[in-house]
């Protein structure tokens, strides 16, 4: 059964005149801009069960699209445009507690086509680009732009979504530097206010050996990254590692500590490692290598940061002689 059919039977809608439930339909599936002009004279019942098909409709589309059905034939791009921004998508009721939104900060010289409908992508002012490329006759040959990338996937069903998000940006010539940055926010919509706090609070305890998987440069005087005490949140300012200000506007924490990557593989390890930090309390190095809660791929991918941005700091422990390059 298709799934517009299915959300009308499942609101019990019926209307006699044929010509009249295809213009319903019409307005279910497309929105209120395809709103029918006798809307207003149907009964109380009748508009009601609209509404209600209507709300089951979107349900279920918008759940079906978060599991990765990439051919929903009722699909158009006009009928995701609301689902661009991540308070919608972490409004919807599906999956709670195992979304993942990702904000990619990066440049480009190239047109991005072909993004997935999920995936929302607009301008950054924060972000230094490198200067237009021109020609002899001062013609720019190469025009660089900003932007952020938002994607919002379910652990473990649609990350194949951000494996095309990243290999799209890179086609489009896709770069990063120091200004850029990584952006995850953790759906919290499977606990309480409480819960989430909490888990926030272990993320900043475990600030102590995450803030040494990334460069310098998102650590020191960065405005738009400060690192939090340990313990301790601000409820006023969303520019810190652990930015709680995030859980009023999408139910999330979001964290902006990871430098700017166009890499899925990167990405994918800093979420497990995130994950684990916030449902457990993970407060040193030394706990997390002995943590059953990250795989050994994450943990050995977390050494080799580490020894990349400050080897110092693995002085002395024993147990990170791993070999392999950065991922």
């Known amino acids: 059964m298709r799934l517009l059919d299915h959300a009308i039977q499942k609101a019990g809608l019926k209307l006699d005149n044929a010509r009249r439930f295809n213009a319903v339909k019409q307005y279910i599936k497309l929105g209120a801009r395809y709103a029918p002009p006798f809307?207003?004279?149907?009964?109380?019942?009748?508009?009601?069960?609209?509404?209600?098909?209507?709300?089951?409709?979107?349900?279920?589309?918008?759940?079906?699209?978060?599991?990765?059905?990439?051919?929903?034939?009722?699909?158009?791009?006009?009928?995701?445009?609301?689902?661009?921004?991540?308070?919608?998508?972490?409004?919807?009721?599906?999956?709670?507690?195992?979304?993942?939104?990702?904000?990619?900060?990066?440049?480009?010289?190239?047109?991005?086509?072909?993004?997935?409908?999920?995936?929302?992508?607009?301008?950054d002012g924060s972000i230094r680009t490198?200067?237009?490329?021109?020609?002899?006759?001062?013609?720019?040959?190469?025009?660089?732009?900003?932007?952020?990338?938002?994607?919002?996937?379910?652990k473990g069903v649609s990350e194949n979504r951000l494996e095309k998000l990243c290999q799209t940006i890179r086609n489009a010539g896709g770069l990063v530097n120091n200004s850029c940055g990584l952006h995850v926010h953790l759906d919290q919509r499977d606990v309480t206010r409480q819960g989430a706090y909490a888990r926030a609070i272990r993320l900043t305890h475990s600030l102590s050996f995450l803030k040494l998987m990334v460069p310098k440069s998102r650590t020191r005087e960065n405005t738009y990254c400060k690192l939090n005490n340990a313990g301790e949140l601000n409820c006023n300012d969303r520019y810190y590692a652990i930015n709680w200000c995030s859980w009023c506007e999408h139910k999330t924490i979001e964290v902006r500590l990871h430098s700017g990557?166009?890499?899925?593989?990167?990405?994918?390890?800093?979420?497990?490692?995130?994950?684990?930090?916030?449902?457990?309390?993970?407060?040193?190095?030394?706990d997390f290598m002995a943590s059953p809660y990250v795989s050994m791929k994450a943990k050995i991918w977390a050494i080799n940061r580490i020894r990349k941005f400050n080897p110092d700091s693995l002085e002395g422990f024993e147990g990170t002689d791993h070999e392999g390059s950065e991922r």
Request: aromatic fraction near 6%; hydrophobic fraction near 35%; charge should be neutral.
């Open 39 to 123: 809307l207003n004279s149907l009964t109380a019942d009748e508009i009601e069960k609209i509404r209600d098909a209507r709300l089951a409709f979107n349900h279920m589309r918008n759940r079906l699209a978060l599991m990765g059905d990439d051919k929903l034939k009722q699909r158009s791009p006009a009928q995701f445009q609301t689902l661009t921004s991540l308070r919608t998508l972490f409004g919807i009721q599906a999956h709670k507690g195992k979304c993942v939104g990702v904000e990619i900060e990066f440049f480009h010289s190239e047109s991005i086509r072909n993004l997935h409908p999920l995936v929302s992508l607009g301008q």
């Open 130 to 154: 490198p200067d237009d490329e021109r020609d002899d006759d001062g013609e720019i040959v190469t025009r660089w732009r900003a932007s952020e990338a938002r994607l919002v996937y379910v």
């Open 261 to 286: 990557t166009t890499s899925a593989d990167k990405i994918k390890n800093w979420v497990e490692i995130l994950d684990a930090c916030q449902r457990h309390t993970i407060p040193s190095f030394s």
